[in-house]
């Protein structure tokens, strides 16, 4: 048996991933009505929104779905008592150590996989006791970890070293992508740049459009030598910032702007000249955008994408 399949309760291995304020119950009801394992982030720091859309969830779904703990972003500690009694069965926790939250989730009964971003973090996971790793290489963007290592190499390392399930992140876009996965002895996929770009993503046209638009060397890695570390498509505003060599942190405050206001170029004001957005390149400026691109080639349905991959998954 999958492993991650009897760990989820899903149909199909595939998980929409954690993604601030994107990844709420519109795009994650399809994924989990769809067969998949719909996540709800909490990474946007917004408790009492979080926790409603856990609450619509289970209007929108009978079906499995998980919940997102950041570790680095939780502002209210209080936070991972009330996921954790939310009735929700799945969890993930991504950058920085699980240790601390580990108790309290499992004595609630939860499953706990921790996003990890190269190979010591797995193995202290895995010591730590989680039940599984969502192992994910640099394509998929970049904040967790600077240093970033390929989805294949990761993925190669981790299965060697650890016997826990893996579930692949990064740079995945298709059911090729998932098979090599596979191969590599992953048992699920986890995607986020896909799922942004589907019908039922919360996201302005502009944004799902510069993504579908994006081409296989379109991304570039930003304020590497310091933190945000982020993948960005490569833009005229990228480039600039990555001439720069950092950017700061207040440019994330508009990051909603890029996301549901379809403004490309998200500028956050000091620092940066003001030539405003040009409305005949909407992929202009800088925006979070990993590594899987250059698929679909127009926005399709969540449920259509996860429904698709049936064939590969049924093995
Ligand atoms: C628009 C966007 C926003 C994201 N926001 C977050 C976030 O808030 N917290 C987080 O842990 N990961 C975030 N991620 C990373 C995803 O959770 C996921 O690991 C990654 O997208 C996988 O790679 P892929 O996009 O190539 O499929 C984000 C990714 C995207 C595309």
């Not at 009978?62 to 500690?77: C, M, R, W, Y």
């Not at 993503?201 to 296989?216: E, G, L, M, R, T």
Request: aromatic fraction near 6%; charged fraction near 25%.
């Amino acid at each position: 048996m999958n492993r991650v399949l009897a760990h989820t309760g899903v149909k199909y291995p595939i998980v929409q991933a954690p993604m601030g304020w994107i990844a709420r119950s519109q795009l994650a009801s399809a994924v989990s009505n769809a067969g998949g394992l719909g996540i709800i982030e909490t990474s946007s720091g917004e408790v009492e929104a979080c926790l409603a859309e856990i609450e619509k969830m289970k209007d929108l779904t009978d079906k499995p779905f998980g919940v997102n703990l950041p570790i680095l972003f939780i502002k209210e500690p209080r936070i991972v008592d009330l996921v954790a009694k939310s009735g929700v069965k799945f969890v993930s926790t991504s950058a920085g150590s699980p240790t601390k939250l580990l108790p309290t989730l499992k004595a609630a009964g939860l499953i706990v996989y921790h996003v990890v971003p190269n190979l010591s973090s797995a193995l202290k996971a895995v010591d730590a006791g989680v039940d599984g790793l969502i192992v994910e290489g640099g394509e998929g963007g970049g904040f967790k970890n600077p240093d970033d290592v390929s989805t294949l190499v990761l993925l190669q390392g981790v299965r060697e070293r650890t016997d826990v399930p893996i579930i692949a992140a990064g740079g995945i876009c298709d059911g090729r992508g998932m098979a090599a996965a596979f191969a590599l002895g992953a048992e699920g996929i986890q995607m986020g740049t896909r799922f942004v770009s589907a019908a039922e993503s919360p996201v302005h046209a502009n944004y799902k459009q510069a993504i579908v638009d994006a081409d296989d060397t379109g991304t570039v890695m930003l304020n590497r030598k310091s933190s945000p570390c982020v993948r960005a498509l490569k833009t005229e505003r990228a480039r600039e910032i990555d001439r720069a060599g950092s950017f700061d942190r207040p440019l994330f405050g508009r990051v909603r702007d890029v996301y549901f206001g379809g403004d490309m170029e998200a500028r956050a004001g000091a620092g940066w000249p003001d030539r405003g957005p040009d409305p005949r390149d909407p992929a202009r400026g800088r925006h979070h955008r990993p590594h899987g691109r250059g698929l679909p080639r127009h926005p399709q349905a969540a449920g259509r994408e996860v429904d698709g991959w049936r064939v590969l998954t049924a093995t």
